[in-house]
Each structure stands twice: as C-alpha cells, then as structure tokens.
C-alpha cells in the first residue's frame, strides 16, 4: 500500500525527491486512501482535513450562509488537489464542505503530517504557499462572478463550460445542482432554463439538458 501512495505522491508533490527518508515515512503515515459514493459527504466542515488529491470523479467544495444559502467555493477534478485551510473562507467562520459529485477515489493527507513536513522542509512550505494563492484567486474571483455577473449569464455559461468539458450536448444535471453551482435560487435557475428552451436554445428532459444552439447561447455569455 506504501508503494503506491509513494509512487502516487512523487508525481504530485514536486518537493517529495527533496525529502527524507523520514519525512516521506512521515507523509506515507500520515496518508490514507478512500472512495466516495456519488452524493456522499467528503468533509462536513468541522476540522482541516488536510490535502486533498482527486485520484479519480469529481468532488465540489462549497460553504453555506446564515440563510442556508450554498455557494460553491471550487470544482475538482481528477488530477487535481486542495488544502482546505488555504480556502479563504475557513477564516471567516463560514463551513466549508466538500460532496463528492459523482464516485470518486482520493488521497488525503491529514493536516498535521502537512503541518510537521512544512516545518522542516522550505520547499513544502513554498508548494503550499503556492497551493494557498492559487486557491484564493480561484474563490475570489467565483465570488466576484457571483456579485457582478447576471444569474442567466452565469447559468448559460456553466452550461457550456459543462458541454465543453464533457464533449457532448447532454448534459446530466438538476436545477438543484446548477442553483449550487452558480449561487442562485432553484426558482432562478427554472425560469432561465424555461426561457433559454422557449427561444430554441436548449431542450430540457428528466434531469438532462440537451444544447439546441450553442452560438445562440454563447452570445448571452
């Protein structure tokens, strides 16, 4: 099991060949593997989890208001990781929560063997330095797109973000998950879907939607 979280974490952590021997033991401790069903709750907002790498699906990072309103914080992909104590919201106050969106595989790495490893090791400390500032532009500017940018603009372009990355005009989703993702209301979402099918841009069915004509939608963008 070492062996492959070993092999796993070398080709992700450009400091891990300046390590130790008793460093990297340190790590590979302090590291665990899970899978996570489609819907599952990943981190309920209590505590640092630690550095997250998707091994494989899709995991969505979000926080919630007062209000019970959610907003999403980051999407990640496989491939991709993330230090939840670098998200700007974990010192607002504000929980942040991670749902796996479809099954996913990940590596965690908990909080404290990352704690110890930055202590010793510069070079550690600059990745997740690094990590921190490239998380903080990604929420920040979600944040602005969420102040400045108009709900149908913002739905129109997940929508297509989503086709893109898929390579398909079917798109497998819930007005529930768009609401999350774009941070507005159900009813909002609805009525804009509504809208966009009426003008012959889309067509929608039980949980899917199907791109009509997708310039007519990127002229709303």
């Known amino acids: 099991m070492n062996d492959t979280r070993a092999e796993y974490l070398c080709g ?13 033991s340190r790590l590979l401790d302090g590291t665990t593997i899970s899978r996570y069903k489609k819907g599952s709750v990943i981190h309920n907002g ?31 992909f496989a491939g991709d990781c993330c230090a939840l104590a670098s998200l700007p919201m974990e010192n607002t106050g504000f929980p942040v929560l991670i749902n796996a969106e479809t099954e996913a595989d990940l590596m965690i790495i908990d909080s404290q063997a990352i704690k110890d490893i930055c202590k010793t090791s510069i070079k550690a400390e600059s990745f997740l330095r690094q990590l921190t500032m490239r998380h903080f532009c990604d929420v920040v500017s979600n944040m602005q797109n969420m102040l400045q940018v108009s709900a149908e603009r913002r739905i129109v372009a997940y929508i297509c973000r989503e086709s893109d990355r898929m390579g398909t005009a079917r798109i497998r989703t819930t007005h529930e998950q768009i ?14 879907l509504g809208r966009l099918a009426s003008s012959g841009a889309l067509e929608l069915e039980r949980g899917v939607i199907i791109i009509r004509d997708k310039s007519k939608l990127r002229k709303l963008m």
Do not use: P
């Not at 790498?53 to 990072?61: D, L, Q």
């Open 12 to 24: 992700r952590l450009d400091f891990w060949d300046s390590l130790s021997e008793r460093q990297q």
């Open 179 to 192: 609401a999350r993702h774009v941070g507005t209301a159900r009813e909002v979402v609805s009525r804009t």
């Open 46 to 76: 209590v505590g640092d989890l630690g550095l997250i790498f998707v091994r494989r699906g899709r995991v969505c990072v979000y926080t919630v208001s007062e209000e019970g309103r959610e907003f999403v914080l980051l999407r990640l």
